[in-house]
């Protein structure tokens, strides 16, 4: 058995953990662009090995993408896909099975196939929710939008080739362990456009979603920035995530307000430059390396404004919790009432990557089985 997870908290024994660039993959690009660019990669390397080091050390074996030394972005920049530093974004792992939408970089998806078996999620009916996306891949002989939407449950309003190619391009970002989490008899899945998932939950074929009982939680942007439940009865959150009296009563709630943001104000002004989605401490005037991500990086940098690293934590068992920022007392206090250790992983350029620790990791197997943690 390859897979196997329920929770967040059992121990940890495999683990992918995302990879990057490195340094060389930008070399030709002006120095006032490629310099901050290089300097970026290398120590996200320096922190992907550091986080690999501790992993290690707590007995996980860890699994990583692998990038081709010689690429570099000046031979294609049109098509360069992100690295492959964010692993849970586009990938589930439920219970004993792993699934793949195929949206990220192809080595995440290679890493896996050599590891155990990926599979693709199903659609009984075409789920395509964004009208850009549509018109994007849209063939020849499709219908329009708005035609599609009001016919995509209507099988035989389709020639067969337009419904299969409608199946395959089919997908949504809620199908992914950014935005499922999985504890024990409950799957909680965050999604910011809730009244649209509701109906489509009964159009997706995953090996799996019968062994739970599904809530949907209305949040704005993925799961993991905006709540974890860290151990049985304890849950790191934002404000107005869920009611939690309701979805998991009982349980010990910290909530914590936008702390990290006292420590990038200079991001505010940047912001106005790039609609708030990147910082690079250091780099807020540097209008060509601003200009140079905008122009070719916009599927590479995510919302920052939407994500509190404080809740992007890994577990690594339940009295081991891995996390970026050492110093939030709230956080440190909250730890110890529960009898978990805080384990220090420095990630320099999470405000870069908008990706916490546990962004950039994917579960792969953890020691436990299914239990039911709401009826004791």
């Not at 990938?91 to 896996?112: M, W, Y």
């Not at 934002?238 to 709630?253: C, I, K, M, R, S």
């Not at 916009?298 to 891995?322: A, K, R, S």
Request: proline share 6%.
């Amino acid at each position: 058995m390859k897979y196997n997870i329920w929770n967040k908290w059992d121990p940890l024994k495999v683990c992918m953990l995302g990879n990057n660039y490195a340094p060389e993959f930008f070399n030709g690009i002006p120095d006032k662009a490629g310099d901050p660019l290089k300097r970026i990669c290398e120590e996200t390397l320096e922190d992907l090995e550091g986080y690999k080091t501790i992993l290690q050390d707590f007995g996980v074996e860890v699994i990583q993408p692998e990038l081709d030394p010689n690429e570099r972005f000046l031979d294609n920049p049109h098509i360069y896909p992100r690295g492959p530093l964010q692993p849970r974004d586009y990938q589930l792992v439920l219970g004993n099975n792993c699934f793949t939408s195929g949206g990220d970089h192809p080595a995440i998806e290679k890493r896996l196939r050599e590891y155990g078996e990926v599979k693709t999620p199903k659609f009984t009916v075409p789920v395509i929710n964004d009208k850009s996306y549509y018109e994007f891949v849209a063939g020849a002989d499709w219908p329009s939008y708005e035609v599609f939407l009001e016919n995509r449950e209507n099988k035989d309003f389709f020639e067969d080739f337009v419904w299969e190619e409608l199946l395959g391009f089919s997908a949504h970002s809620w199908v992914s362990s950014a935005c499922c989490f999985m504890i024990g008899t409950k799957l909680f899945v965050g999604d910011d456009q809730s009244a649209f998932a509701q109906p489509h939950l009964k159009n997706i074929d995953i090996i799996g979603f019968e062994k739970f009982d599904i809530h949907l939680v209305d949040v704005d942007g993925h799961t993991d920035g905006n709540y974890h439940p860290i151990k049985p009865g304890a849950i790191l959150s934002l404000h107005d995530v869920q009611n939690y009296a309701e979805t998991f009563p009982g349980w010990d709630v910290c909530y914590l307000p936008d702390q990290s943001w006292s420590k990038v104000d200079t991001f505010m002004e940047l912001k106005k430059k790039n609609s708030g989605k990147w910082w690079l401490a250091g780099e807020e005037d540097n209008d060509e390396f601003t200009d140079f991500v905008e122009t070719w990086l916009q599927d590479w940098v995510g919302y920052v404004e939407e994500t509190v690293f404080d809740v992007n934590v890994l577990m690594l068992d339940e009295h081991h919790c891995c996390v970026a920022n050492p110093h939030n007392e709230q956080v440190n206090a909250f730890l110890k009432k529960h009898k978990v250790e805080p384990v220090h992983v420095p990630w320099r350029h999470r405000y870069f990557w908008d990706g916490g620790l546990h962004c950039i990791t994917l579960d792969l197997y953890r020691e436990g089985t299914q239990q039911d943690y709401f009826n004791r």
